[in-house]
């Protein structure tokens, strides 16, 4: 599960999972399968802060059950969150660097 805070469009990368959404003052609640790797393509439709949390069931491959990324995006702008079944959470920005990724127990 994702909670995505920012003005942006959140969708599967090309052929990934459904994610079923539901937005609340324009904070966006995003749901997909936790056992599969996963790209979201986070989409920039104005200039803004982004934030997201990802949150996951723990594992002995990969400990921490929540993530925290934050950044500032551009309009048009498109990240890409990557969030493999047994490893870190970790985006990639069009520039090609990660940014705040935190992790906690």
């Known amino acids: 599960m994702a909670v995505v805070g920012c003005p942006v469009r959140v969708e599967p990368e090309n052929g990934g999972q ?3 959404q539901a937005s609340v003052n324009g904070v966006k609640v995003c ?3 936790s056992d ?5 393509r986070l989409k920039a439709f104005d200039d803004g802060d982004v934030s ?6 723990v594992r002995k491959s990969s400990p921490s059950s929540a993530f925290h990324l934050q950044g ?3 309009r048009d702008e498109t990240w890409r ?3 493999p079944s047994r490893r870190s959470v970790w985006i990639e920005t069009p520039n090609g ?6 992790g906690s127990r």
Not at 97 to 102: F, N, T, V
């Open 36 to 40: 599969r790797n996963q790209t979201i």
């Open 97 to 102: 660097k990660a940014i705040g990724i935190r």
């Open 18 to 20: 459904p994610i079923f």
């Open 31 to 33: 749901l997909f399968p």
């Open 81 to 83: 969150l990557h969030v």
């Open 52 to 57: 997201a949390t990802v949150l996951r069931p």
């Open 72 to 74: 500032h995006v551009r």
